[in-house]
């Protein structure tokens, strides 16, 4: 399975960006697709996750209430909806596929797409 995150760019604290991650190649059910970001210097974080298979969705405590992920089977693409964007939202995000939704354990990765939130 290939990724292609795409919808990144620089933004002003409090606007809204969509992300979109597009697979080429089958997606499983046993699947979940997440979307991990990492700053300069930080650690990887788990943005958003959701299961293939039944769309239960999960996401890290700093995003809740303002991310949205949601999937697309016909397109077998993944959004993730970026609401009152904050500068600390500022990082690479790349878009993965594993089994759990964890910020390790991918099989699959795709290039990252920057987003950079101005105060």
């Known amino acids: 399975v290939q990724l292609q995150a795409s919808g990144g760019g620089l933004v002003q604290a409090g606007d809204s960006l969509r992300l979109a991650c597009a697979a080429s190649?089958?997606?499983?059910?046993?699947?979940?697709v997440k979307w991990i970001r990492q700053a300069p210097g930080l650690e990887r974080e788990l943005v958003a996750a959701?299961?293939?298979?039944?769309?239960?969705?999960y996401y890290g405590d700093s995003v809740k209430g303002r991310f949205t992920i949601s999937k697309d089977a016909a397109e077998n693409t993944v959004y993730l909806q970026m609401n009152t964007l904050k500068p600390d939202d500022t990082a690479v995000y790349s878009c993965?596929?594993?089994?759990?939704?964890?910020?390790?354990?991918?099989?699959?990765w795709g290039q990252g797409t920057l987003v950079t939130v101005s105060s």
């Open positions: 190649g089958r997606i499983f059910s046993s699947h979940v």
């Open positions: 993965a596929i594993g089994t759990s939704p964890t910020v390790t354990g991918s099989i699959y």
């Open positions: 959701i299961r293939w298979n039944g769309g239960r969705t």
